[in-house]
Every structure is written in structure tokens, then in C-alpha cells.
T-cell receptor, first 112, second 115 residues
Framework: QKEVEQNSGPLSVPEGAIASLNCTYS??????FFWYRQYSGKSPELIMFIYSNGDKEDGRFTAQLNKASQYVSLLIRDSQPSDSATYLCAAGRSGNTGKLIFGQGTTLQVKP | EPEVTQTPSHQVTQMGQEVILRCVPI?????FYWYRQILGQKVEFLVSFYNNEISEKSEIFDDQFSVERPDGSNFTLKIRSTKLEDSAMYFC?????????????FGNGTRLTVT
């Protein structure tokens, strides 16, 4: 069974701090990794995707991928109360990045 | 920015009834998907559709489910005889190609409530 695992949280950080969200995956055939943000009752909203080992930065967000450890993370710098949401990690196989396996999500609370 | 559009936003139906959930994918996208999310649970893949046929489906997508692209713009999911456990958020998504630089874009979802 191919799985993507996340700590459900909640992860609570003060405003302005760095939030670190982690994810592991079981399918070594996974080649593409995505972070989505989901507000309650809303659809997943893409934040970032990463394919290569290492770091990828986009504004306040940094995604990190370690394929040897089957580990993906998302760092959010200067966390804002508006970042409070559930963060979904998802993995897909090469050539079929539309079929994703999602984790259960980590709930992030940013306290003012 | 182009969006995936889903209607209705909320559908209430009685057990055993047929429902059709509708989606208008982004116009230049070629691959189309349905996902569902039962309240409090993971987002789950249901089916992918390309070139007017199903390319892949999950175990969830049994004979009660069907998809169709009846014209050049709409993409529908039909549930023939709804069960209580079909209650969930259903998300349509589309993608330009199946390649690495083409992430999935989700519609706003249809909340299906089966009573």
C-alpha cells in the first residue's frame, strides 16, 4: 500500500516564527512532491512542488526533498495568522503527476 | 488566472438517487481528474480521464461511478445509486500534460450530502 504520512498536529507556532512541516512517503517510485494548503471546507491550493533532491525556495516557503530518506518538508518563514490551515503533502509518479497520493495533512496554527 | 469550475457547490440527495457532479476544466488542459475527501479524512484519487477515456481508476471507483466529457468543456462524475458513505467533498482537477512541470489544479469542490 503506497502511503504518505504526516503528523496531524496541530502544530502551533507564534507569529513571525518558522513553521516546519514534515512528510514521509513509502513508494520509492514517487518522483514528484507537492504541498497544498487547505482551509476548512475549501479545496486544496497548490503552494509548491519539488522534484529534485535539495531545497526549493519560493518567497516565504522552502520545500526540501530527500529521496534517500523518502522525506519531504515545508518550511514557512515569518509565519502569519493567515497561514493557519491544514497543509497536505502529496506524491506522484513520474509522467503521471495528476494522480497523487495525499497525506492526512498537518494542521498549523499561527498565534498572533 | 484560469480556474477549474465546479457546480453545484452543495448537493443534497437521498440514498439510492443518481447525482451528477459537473466540472469545467481549464480550457487548454488535457488530463482531468476526480478526487474525493470524506470529512476529516485524506484526499483520495478516484479517476483520471484523457483523450475521452478513463486512463486510470482507483478501487473506490466501482460500477456505481462513471465519468463523461459530453462536450468540449464539461467533465462530469455520475453516481448511479448514492449511498450514505458517498457523502464527501468531490474535487475536480485538471492538468495541462502529465509531465513534471504541470501540477494539479483543483476546483472549489462539490459537497455531496446523502441522506
Amino acid at each position: 500500500q503506497k502511503e504518505v504520512e504526516q503528523n496531524s498536529g496541530p502544530l502551533s507556532v507564534p507569529e513571525g516564527a518558522i513553521a516546519s512541516l514534515n512528510c514521509t512517503y513509502s513508494d520509492r517510485g514517487s518522483q514528484s512532491f507537492f504541498w497544498y494548503r487547505q482551509y476548512s471546507g475549501k479545496s486544496p491550493e497548490l503552494i509548491m512542488f519539488i522534484y529534485s533532491n535539495g531545497d526549493k525556495e519560493d518567497g516565504r516557503f522552502t520545500a526540501q526533498l530527500n529521496k534517500a530518506s523518502q522525506y519531504v518538508s515545508l518550511l514557512i518563514r515569518d509565519s502569519q495568522p493567515s497561514d493557519s490551515a491544514t497543509y497536505l503533502c502529496a506524491a506522484g509518479r513520474s509522467g503521471n503527476t495528476g494522480k497523487l497520493i495525499f497525506g492526512q495533512g498537518t494542521t498549523l496554527q499561527v498565534k498572533p | 488566472e484560469p480556474e477549474v469550475t465546479q457546480t453545484p457547490s452543495h448537493q443534497v440527495t437521498q440514498m439510492g438517487q443518481e447525482v451528477i457532479l459537473r466540472c469545467v476544466p481549464i480550457s487548454n488542459h488535457l488530463y482531468f481528474y476526480w478526487y474525493r475527501q470524506i470529512l476529516g479524512q485524506k484526499v483520495e484519487f478516484l479517476v483520471s480521464f484523457y483523450n475521452n477515456e478513463i486512463s486510470e481508476k482507483s478501487e473506490i471507483f466501482d460500477d456505481q461511478f462513471s465519468v463523461e466529457r459530453p462536450d468540449g468543456s464539461n467533465f462530469t462524475l455520475k453516481i448511479r445509486s448514492t449511498k450514505l458513505e458517498d457523502s464527501a467533498m468531490y474535487f475536480c482537477a485538471s492538468i495541462v500534460t502529465g509531465g513534471r512541470n504541470s501540477p494539479l489544479h483543483f476546483g472549489n469542490g462539490t459537497r455531496l450530502t446523502v441522506t
